[in-house]
């Protein structure tokens, strides 16, 4: 595992225990109804403006705009060769999943007037941001987070095929039964649109499972089979983004239309929000 990855699964765990905790410790304080609350033993540290509420919403509102980072990565030159851009995006995500998570708790639940423009701005960003994640990896980059051409991912499959060939040593029926793998897999991308991606992604172990099988009715090795799998998986995914390419662009196109006003709109009430927060003593920083 590298270290990009052990780090994410170290960032998600945190989130994880952390909202787990939040939720197992805070449940009674939470399920009171608003007025029932200044009388609760927890209230003093839970309340939006307590240690723990206001530290969740203190995090949580770090972590919003820390992500902005993100944007200036991808249009200011100056930043260009500052890593690897899949993983400022990986970055990006988890915080605007972590972020909107701690200032729910900051909320204890209970939001209203222009707070709750914002929240939803939030959730909304939230949602759309993983959705944009999912049509973002349907276009198909090189190792520094460049798209390919057309003419460079036709090479890509092409070189897979070769592979695949040289894998099952002449053995035609073997190759055939990979092809029509692969052949089903593009059929299917022909058509639909991005539920149709989402049903074909969500339903890849099943029809993995199902070449697999042919693979060992046809006397392959154990071994044989995982080298054999891992190339099929491959071409055959990226034949299915190769028919995706330009629905996903245009959909990109369309989801940065939408995405960027309710962040726009979020950041600018929740800045308003820490202003009067402050103004008005609803803190213990100051």
């Given at each position: 595992?590298?270290?990009?990855?052990?780090?994410?699964?170290?960032?998600?765990?945190?989130?994880?225990?952390?909202?787990?905790?939040?939720?197992?410790?805070?449940?009674?304080?939470?399920?009171?109804?608003r007025?029932?609350r200044?009388?609760?033993?927890?209230?003093?540290?839970?309340?939006p403006?307590?240690?723990?509420?206001?530290?969740?919403?203190?995090?949580?509102?770090a972590?919003?705009?820390?992500?902005?980072?993100y944007?200036?990565?991808?249009?200011?030159?100056?930043m260009?060769?500052?890593g690897?851009?899949?993983?400022?995006?990986?970055?990006?995500i988890?915080?605007?999943?972590?972020?909107?998570?701690?200032?729910?708790?900051?909320?204890t639940f209970?939001?209203?007037?222009?707070?709750?423009?914002?929240?939803?701005?939030?959730?909304?960003?939230?949602?759309?941001?993983?959705?944009?994640?999912?049509?973002?990896?349907?276009?198909p980059?090189?190792?520094?987070?460049?798209?390919?051409?057309?003419?460079?991912?036709?090479?890509?499959?092409e070189?897979?095929q070769?592979?695949?060939?040289q894998?099952?040593?002449g053995?035609?029926q073997?190759?055939?039964?990979?092809?029509?793998?692969?052949?089903?897999?593009?059929?299917?991308?022909?058509?639909?649109?991005?539920?149709?991606?989402?049903?074909r992604?969500?339903?890849?172990?099943?029809?993995?499972?199902?070449?697999?099988?042919k693979?060992?009715?046809?006397?392959?090795s154990?071994?044989?089979?995982?080298?054999l799998?891992?190339?099929?998986?491959?071409?055959?995914?990226l034949?299915?983004?190769?028919?995706?390419?330009g629905?996903a662009?245009k959909?990109?196109?369309?989801?940065?239309?939408?995405?960027?006003?309710?962040?726009?709109?979020m950041?600018?009430?929740m800045?308003?929000h820490?202003?009067v927060?402050?103004?008005?003593?609803?803190?213990?920083?100051?």
């Amino acid at each position: 595992m590298s270290v990009h990855r052990l780090s994410l699964v170290l960032l998600y765990s945190f989130t994880v225990l952390v909202s787990v905790y939040l939720s197992w410790a805070g449940w009674e304080y939470y399920a009171l109804a608003r007025p029932a609350r200044p009388h609760h033993e927890l209230h003093e540290e839970w309340k939006p403006s307590g240690l723990i509420g206001q530290g969740a919403g203190i995090v949580g509102s770090a972590l919003m705009m820390i992500l902005l980072l993100y944007s200036l990565r991808k249009r200011w030159s100056r930043m260009h060769n500052w890593g690897n851009i899949r993983y400022w995006l990986n970055y990006h995500i988890w915080m605007g999943v972590t972020g909107p998570a701690l200032v729910i708790f900051h909320t204890t639940f209970k939001f209203g007037g222009i707070v709750a423009v914002s929240f939803w701005s939030m959730i909304a960003v939230a949602v759309s941001g993983i959705l944009g994640r999912y049509i973002y990896v349907q276009i198909p980059r090189s190792l520094t987070g460049d798209e390919l051409s057309a003419g460079q991912l036709r090479e890509l499959e092409e070189e897979l095929q070769l592979r695949i060939k040289q894998e099952v040593k002449g053995n035609e029926q073997l190759f055939e039964v990979i092809e029509e793998f692969f052949l089903g897999e593009v059929r299917a991308a022909e058509q639909g649109g991005l539920w149709s991606w989402l049903k074909r992604d969500l339903g890849e172990p099943f029809r993995d499972g199902v070449l697999r099988s042919k693979l060992r009715g046809l006397g392959v090795s154990g071994l044989h089979i995982s080298t054999l799998m891992k190339l099929a998986r491959k071409r055959a995914r990226l034949g299915r983004r190769i028919q995706f390419l330009g629905t996903a662009r245009k959909l990109l196109h369309h989801w940065h239309i939408f995405h960027k006003p309710f962040a726009i709109i979020m950041i600018v009430i929740m800045v308003v929000h820490i202003g009067v927060a402050i103004a008005l003593g609803y803190t213990w920083i100051f």
